[in-house]
Structures are given as structure tokens and as C-alpha cells.
């Protein structure tokens, strides 16, 4: 085993684990670490110059996705065979990695974005060895395979929505697809685009756009402090309504089992009547147990149920899934299952097995732990710079809060001020169906789970020099 001797110093603009990465680069690239050399563990190098362990492992990280090392279940970090030939991987843009290039691109540091996951955390060796063990074992992965998505994937989401949401469905009632908007796209064409469609405002901007893009009129209902109004819904004449329940988006209000409860009611009423149940981010609840979907508590098949593996995973995988109710699964079988899955087989199988083997549910403990930390540690860092001046909302769950003061200050004002201090948080009139009036909110969007505790910390520091003095100047 080796033996680094890196300068670090904190008075450096650029991050420690940015130095350690380049100074391991430049050792592997120069021959000082020859090829095959087993680094040293994450914990003793992390000792040896007093830095954190994070700081040793998204160095370690970078270092494997750039080819540099290699990383070996219970063995440690390998300096990859690249460096035999004298030939190792150079980052596109100089050396640059794209995380870099794109922050610097953009002029940000710290970008807090409600929609990235931790990916570093995402279990690869697992994942790698599924893929190979699909690969080398199935010989039925040339053929199409069933529209609604592989069987055993299907059975094992329905045994995992029946255990952790009390959702009722067998495996002949779910349709998997490449992403919520992929899935909504053959949804509305199952519902009809002509139908008139109820959508919480603020919500989701991306399935506003995908209904929109199909023609579908929408009606933007308010909250209250319960989550969707049944009071305004009731005074709209719409039929299919979308709503986010367990956790709001993005207001991250969880709709209370009474108001679950009216909501089926009112869809009960007419028999043209369906909810769209958005359950984009269930897994993550960490001040109480969740309430159950409201298909679980459905009775009448009113609820189409969707849900999606991008949050607990990584985005790019693109693998979701919704759960139709008798009657416009029939629709789907007669009209629309000439379309082919949009899903590889690949990535079904190796999701089927990922579940079946205990991955998924230890997998999902872990980030829910990850997550939670994650959050309270912005939390605590938001209180330590600005007190109760500032307002916290959506502590519940998910993957974001929302920030604002109770002054006079406009969310264009927000994010300009942060800007200046190379920090990105993001805007909350996006999401309202009228989204070109910024002055009806003085709140933004903090996500926290793409940046270490560290980086978390440092940000909300930026974010105290940028709005230290507001309230003081026009």
C-alpha cells in the first residue's frame, strides 16, 4: 500500500476534496502511484491528514468515474490497469470534470437543486454485478417482451406498493414506462385528451406542460393548509384531477386522511371522474409513519397510482410505473397496448432482481437516513445564520424545503442576491400555472440531496452575506 502526502489547505478557493482528487490524478499520471497499487483505505488517509471522511470519498468517487481507480467490494481502491500503458482517461474540457465545467459554465458553486439525488451513494458494484449476472443468464432478452413491462418486475412493485403504501394491485394492473411523462403521455390518450383536467397550483410544472403539450384543458386549483381545496375543486367542472398527497410539490404540504377522504368522495360523485395520484417521493418521510395512497384507500377504482424509482436511485435511469383501475386498463388493452414497452429488458431485469434480492429495501433505509441527515443539517445551519427571521416549510419529507422572510422581498430578489454569491436556489412561481408573476411569492426552493453536509454548510453561509441585509435596503 502507498503513502499520499498532499498539501490541503484550507485557504485555498477550491474545495479539499477537489485538491486531493488532483493531487492523486497528478501522481497516477506521472508514475508515482504505478498501476494495480492499492490506495489506502478512505478512513486511514481521512486520519493520516486530518480531514473528514466525506472529503477522502467524493474524491475516491471522481477518481473511479474518471477511470483513474478501481473499486472492489470489501478489497479497497486499486489504481486502474489504464496507467499500465501509460495511457489514462483525460476529463473532457482540460481536465475539468463536467460537474466542474458545468458549475463553472453557469458561475455557481453551490447549486441547491430539488430535483438531483445523491448518485454517489447509489449502490454500483450491486447494480454492476445484476447487469452482468442479466446479461450472461437470460436468453429471452432479444424478444419485445410484454408492453406493460417484464411480469416479475411488475410482481415485485406491487408486492413492495401493497407493503409500503397499501396500494391494492395485482401484477395485470400495472404498466411500467421510461419516466412520469412518458407514462402521462399514454395516459391522456387513455383518458382522453378532451377531458377537463384539475391540476394543485403551485404543482408540478412538468406534468402542467405534458398536458398541455396534448391539448388537455387544465384547471389550476389552491391550496390551504390541507393540501388541494375541495371547496375551489368542487366550483370547477373538470374530471380528472392530479395531485401530489404524501408530499406536496412543491409546497411539501401531506395531505391529512380527512381531506384523502373528501377527495374520493368527490371523485365517487360522477363516473367520469379520476385522480391522478402523483407518489413521486413517498420513501422519504422522516418525521412520521406515511399515511396511506389514496388508492389503498380507494373503493370505487378512481385512482390511477404513479410512482417512479428516479428519486430513490438516479434520474437517468428512467424507470416509473402507474397503476390503472379495471375500467381504463380495459381501454389500454384494446387501444393501446400495440405499443412497444419503453423500457429495456435489461434495465427491468436487473430492477426485478435488485428488488428481489433485499437491494431495493436496504438501499432505501440507507438514504432515507442519508436524507435525513442531509436535511438537518440545513436546517440547523439555516437557523444558525438567520434565526426565525426566516420562514422553513416542507420539513416532513422529500427532498427540499422551501425559504422565504416575511418582508417586503420578491423571489426574483432572492435568487438574484444568492447569484451573487455564486449560489443557485431556485424559483418557486415556476410552478404556478400563472408563472409569469414572481411577485406572488417571496419563497424559494432549497433541495439539499446532491451536496455533501460540507457543501451544505458553506452554501448557507453564502446565502447569509447575500441576504444578511434584507429589509434594510428598497
Known sequence: MIDLLPILTTDSPEPLYLQLYKYIRRQIESGDIPAHAKMPSKRKLANSLKISQNTVTTAYQQLVAEGYLDARTRSGHYVGTVAEDGFVPRPLR???????????????????????????????????????????????????????????????????????????????????????????????????????????????????????????????????????????????????????????????????????????????????????????????????????????????????????????????LRLSYMVLPTELLDIYRVRFSFYSQTVSRIEQQVMERFMREGFWASHIQKMRNLYERKKEVLVSSLRRSFGNELQIEGLDGGLHVIVGFDRPISERELIRRAKQEKVLVQSLSLHYADNTRPELCNMVLLGFANLTADQIQEGVLRLERAWSDIGESP
Open 94 to 316: 482540460s481536465k475539468q470534470t463536467m460537474k466542474e465545467w458545468a458549475d463553472e459554465r453557469d458561475g455557481y458553486d453551490f447549486v441547491f437543486d430539488h430535483a438531483s439525488v445523491d448518485c454517489s451513494a447509489f449502490p454500483l458494484d450491486s447494480w454492476r454485478r445484476l447487469y452482468k449476472d442479466v446479461l450472461f443468464e437470460t436468453e429471452s432478452l432479444v424478444t419485445l417482451g410484454d408492453p406493460q413491462g417484464d411480469y416479475g418486475l411488475r410482481n415485485e412493485i406491487s408486492e413492495y406498493l401493497y407493503r409500503s403504501r397499501g396500494v391494492q394491485c395485482s401484477p395485470g394492473h400495472l404498466i411500467v414506462g421510461s419516466g412520469t411523462q412518458t407514462l402521462l403521455l399514454l395516459l391522456v390518450q387513455i383518458i382522453g385528451w378532451n377531458r377537463k383536467y384539475a391540476m394543485e397550483d403551485p404543482g408540478y410544472s412538468k406534468a402542467r406542460k405534458v398536458l398541455q403539450h396534448n391539448g388537455a384543458q387544465i384547471e389550476p386549483i389552491p391550496l390551504d393548509q390541507e393540501g388541494l381545496s375541495i371547496r375551489a375543486l368542487q366550483e370547477q367542472e373538470v374530471d380528472i384531477v392530479y395531485v401530489t398527497p404524501s408530499h406536496q410539490f412543491p409546497t411539501g404540504i401531506v395531505m391529512p386522511i380527512s381531506r384523502r377522504y373528501e377527495l374520493l368522495q368527490w371523485a365517487a360523485e360522477k363516473s367520469e371522474r379520476y385522480i391522478i395520484e402523483d407518489d413521486y417521493d413517498s420513501e422519504f418521510r422522516y418525521s412520521s409513519k406515511p399515511i396511506p395512497s389514496l388508492q389503498g384507500l380507494d373503493t370505487n377504482g378512481k385512482v390511477i397510482y404513479m410512482g417512479t424509482f428516479s428519486k430513490a436511485l438516479m434520474p437517468s
